[in-house]
Structure formats: structure tokens, C-alpha cells
């Protein structure tokens, strides 16, 4: 089946410092990754996504690689800022002829400090 | 543009009562999901929608959960009773088609005591 890992949390930095946020997959067929964010009392928004191997996906200044041979999405951003303290899920689908189902990992709670 | 709008957002019950949540998904969207997210964990799909016929339930425990769509628009979600195992953030997405991006609600959050 298809599962998603994402590093476990919560994560705490300080402002301006780099994030990486760790997640892996293992899909049944060829996925597509996304990165959602949750901000605090809001629904989750998609934040970046690729869909084939090496694409970059990219979004207020966060970039994640979809890097097939690693089967890895890992989340970036060179200087965090406190309004990115939220809660990020890494999510996968795989096609299967319009019945696509979002399937995610467990949420890494990011806190940044001033 | 008005996103997807849930009622109500925080729900408190005892335990074996009913409880319904609503959502109405954003205009012109054929496609509506729920899902259900425990603390701690990413969402799982309960149910999803193409405009009034369900087309995945598979994971929904239909012993106490159902759902309705009936005009395809807007959606309840229903437990009846409720258990404290319940007790979880029941979320709804919209999007235009099955393929296209899932737009998300705030969430209701559910407490049974």
C-alpha cells in the first residue's frame, strides 16, 4: 500500500534559521508528493507539490525535491520566519484513473522563536 | 471566494448521543471528501463524493457513521451513538474534480465524553 514518514516533532527554531523537514514514501505505482500546511484554528492548504521524479515544488520561499531514488520529499527553507509556525504533513496519491486518495503523514508541528 | 465552510467548529457530547456535522463545499466543486484526523496524525478519508453519489466509502464505519449529499452540495456527516473513541477532528475538502487540488475546511473539532 502507500504509506508516507515524516519526521516526528515538534520542531522548534529560531527565527531566520534553516528548516529541513523529513519525509519518505513508498507508493504502489508512480505518486505525486504535496506538502500541506496548517496554520493555527485553519484548514490545511496545499503548500508546494511535484509530480514526476526531480521536480522541484516551490512556495513562499519553501522548495522540496521529489527525488525517485531515495523516495524522499523533503522540506526546505533557508530562513524561517515566525509566521511559518504552523503544522506541516506530507502527503502522497498515486493515479489511479480519477480515484485519487490523499494519503498522509502524521504532521510535524514547526515553532519558531524570535 | 468563500472556501469551504464546516459547522459547527467544536462539538462537546456524552457518550451513545447523536451528532452531525455540516459542510458546504466551495461553489462548483463536484467533488467533496471528509475525512477523519486524530491527535497527532494526518488525515484519513472517510468518504468522498462525486456530486451526489458516494464513491468511496470504504472507509467509513458504517455501523455508526453515515453521510448524505443529496442535492450535491453541501454534505452531513452523522455519528449515531457516539463512542469516546470518537472524540477527533472531522475534516472537509472540496475540490473541482477527483483529480484536481483538495481545498480544505477548518475542521470540527468533536469531544465525547
Known amino acids: 500500500g502507500n504509506s508516507v514518514t515524516q519526521m516526528e516533532g515538534p520542531v522548534t527554531l529560531s527565527e531566520e534559521a534553516f528548516l529541513t523537514i523529513n519525509c519518505t514514501y513508498t507508493?504502489?505505482?508512480?505518486?505525486?508528493l504535496f506538502w500541506y500546511v496548517q496554520y493555527p484554528g485553519e484548514g490545511l492548504q496545499l503548500l508546494l507539490k511535484?509530480?514526476?521524479?526531480?521536480d522541484k515544488g516551490s512556495n513562499k520561499g519553501f522548495e522540496a525535491t521529489y527525488r525517485k531514488e531515495t523516495t524522499s520529499f523533503h522540506l526546505e527553507k533557508g530562513s524561517v520566519q515566525v509566521s511559518d509556525s504552523a503544522v506541516y504533513f506530507c502527503a502522497l496519491t498515486v493515479s489511479n484513473f480519477g480515484n485519487e486518495k490523499l494519503t498522509f503523514g502524521t504532521g510535524t508541528r514547526l515553532t519558531i522563536i524570535p | 471566494e468563500a472556501g469551504v465552510v464546516q459547522s459547527p467548529r467544536y462539538k462537546i457530547i456524552e457518550k451513545k448521543q447523536p451528532v452531525a456535522f455540516w459542510c458546504n463545499p466551495i461553489?462548483?466543486?463536484?467533488?467533496l471528501y471528509w475525512y477523519l484526523q486524530n491527535l497527532g496524525q494526518g488525515p484519513e478519508l472517510l468518504i468522498r463524493y462525486e456530486n451526489e453519489e458516494a464513491v468511496d466509502d470504504s472507509q467509513l464505519p458504517k455501523d455508526r457513521f453515515s453521510a448524505e449529499r443529496l442535492k450535491g452540495v453541501d454534505s452531513t456527516l452523522k455519528i449515531q451513538p457516539a463512542e469516546l473513541g470518537d472524540s477527533a477532528v472531522y475534516l472537509c475538502?472540496?475540490?473541482?474534480?477527483?483529480?484536481?487540488?483538495?481545498?480544505f475546511g477548518p475542521g470540527t473539532r468533536l469531544t465525547v465524553l
Open positions: 461553489s462548483g466543486h463536484n467533488t
Open positions: 507508493a504502489t505505482g508512480y505518486p505525486s
Open positions: 511535484a509530480t514526476k521524479a526531480d
Open positions: 475538502a472540496s475540490s473541482f474534480e477527483p483529480s484536481y487540488e483538495q481545498f
